[in-house]
């Protein structure tokens, strides 16, 4: 039987929320919780991701807003915007990677507009999560499969996330075929709680 993660927000404030921040090209952004307001952005930004690159996620298709609705949206969601503009440049969100008593161990799935890639967007947004994990509680990050042509593995190696394992070919990426993913894993609890 498959297990099911029940969806819930984890109710805490994040008082260095909304956090600014440079990109490369010298625009101003902003770190901040998701609104309502930016689902059809982050929305266009998932579809776009699975449906037209489909090198990154596991799923093959992304076709209502309920489908991402159902995967995006269920738990803590964050947001990049240009701090101008409001446009959505990025965002992740943070969820139980597991139910019950492994539920406190996170998984996180981050997104970035492909206009807006290589400027800082993901670093920025990723070094941030790290302690967004650990003030909703989580004891440990882990990322099931981050698949070894994503950006993502420098990054998430820079930050210091510990390799733990391989699983070859594990997902038949667009364009790419057979592909490995990396698992990583972040003992949240050597991050000092900030709320």
Same mark, same amino acid.
């Given at each position: 039987?498959?297990?099911?993660?029940? +969806?819930?927000?984890?109710?805490? +404030?994040?008082?260095?929320?909304?956090? %600014?921040?440079?990109?490369?090209?010298? @625009? *101003?952004?902003?770190?901040?919780? #998701?609104?309502?307001?930016?689902?059809?952005?982050? &929305?266009?930004?998932? $579809?776009?991701?699975? !449906?037209?690159?489909?090198? +990154?996620?596991?799923?093959?298709?992304?076709?209502?807003?309920?489908?991402?609705?159902?995967?995006?949206? %269920?738990?803590?969601?964050?947001? =990049?915007?240009?701090?101008?503009? $409001?446009?959505?440049?990025?965002? &992740?969100?943070?969820?139980?990677? &597991?139910?019950?008593? =492994?539920?406190?161990? =996170? !998984?996180?799935?981050?997104?970035?507009?492909?206009?807006?890639?290589?400027?800082?967007?993901? #670093?920025?947004?990723?070094?941030? #999560?790290? $302690?967004?994990?650990?003030?909703?509680?989580? @004891?440990? +990050?882990?990322?099931?499969?981050? &698949?070894?042509?994503?950006?993502?593995?420098?990054?998430?190696?820079?930050?210091?996330?510990?390799?733990?394992?391989?699983?070859?070919? *594990?997902?038949?990426?667009?364009?790419?075929? #057979?592909?490995?993913?990396? $698992?990583?894993?972040?003992?949240?609890?050597?991050?000092?709680? %900030?709320?």
């Amino acid at each position: 039987m498959a297990y099911v993660i029940k +969806s819930g927000k984890v109710d805490v +404030s994040l008082p260095y929320l909304p956090k %600014t921040g440079t990109l490369k090209d010298s @625009r *101003a952004i902003v770190l901040d919780v #998701y609104k309502d307001e930016d689902e059809e952005q982050v &929305f266009h930004i998932m $579809q776009f991701i699975i !449906n037209e690159e489909g090198n +990154s996620y596991p799923q093959d298709i992304m076709e209502t807003i309920e489908d991402f609705r159902a995967y995006y949206l %269920t738990h803590n969601v964050y947001v =990049c915007r240009d701090a101008t503009t $409001q446009e959505v440049l990025g965002a &992740f969100y943070v969820k139980p990677n &597991f139910p019950g008593r =492994c539920s406190h161990i =996170c !998984n996180a799935g981050f997104i970035v507009k492909k206009s807006a890639r290589k400027l800082g967007v993901g #670093y920025f947004m990723a070094s941030n #999560y790290l $302690q967004i994990g650990r003030d909703l509680g989580y @004891r440990a +990050s882990f990322f099931n499969l981050v &698949f070894v042509n994503n950006h993502s593995v420098k990054l998430w190696r820079r930050l210091g996330m510990t390799e733990i394992g391989v699983i070859p070919q *594990a997902g038949n990426l667009k364009g790419i075929g #057979y592909t490995d993913a990396i $698992q990583f894993y972040y003992d949240l609890t050597s991050i000092q709680k %900030t709320v």
